[in-house]
């Protein structure tokens, strides 16, 4: 069955290019991003590796760690690592888990055979602190993803998770934001010091509030 948002992320042990890990204690109490991509040796799986790690920083500011997946063998994976490092011009600095009996990839529904056979789509799954599923993502094999896209949703995911706030239309950090629904307008006034601006009566917004 489907991973659904507010669920708790599944378990797992796995392999990895760093080590075994039981995926729960490996995320302590941190974010994570879980994606997966159909196979090593492959390009856009190269570039989107490549991307990730360059994106480290970026990630470790919003106390994010990232972990990816395929169905390829740790042998293959750590090969895959060098060609990455090499045309990328990074070092691949998160996990590669191998799974190659599926059994991750059929706990997250990754294998979706009327895209791809049974190779796992690129599924992204963002987790938060508390083990539950914050967001997911599917593409197919032939569409990188946008990283960026994948920050924003963290920056907006954990300024809604602390803030009575939604974020907008392309919403990006430091834009204003949306006084959610179950706010009056007077609980609002108080809450957020900067003010409201009431355009419609289901329609109010602030300044993000944790600038
Ligand atoms: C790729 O990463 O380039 C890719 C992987 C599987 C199918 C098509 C493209």
Redesign the pocket.
Known sequence: MAVRLGDIAPNFKAQTTTGDIDFHEWMGSDWTILFS???DF?????TELGTVAKMKTEFDKRNCKAIALSVDTLKDHHAWIKDINETQNTTVNFPIIADTDKLIADLYDMIHPNA?DT?TVRSVFIIGPDKKVKLTLTYP??TGRNFDEILRTIDALQLTSEHMVATPANWTHGEDCIVVPSLSDDEARAKFSKGIVVIKPYLRTTPQPNL
């Open positions: 991509h159909p196979k492959t390009p856009v799986c190269t791809l190779l094999a032939a």
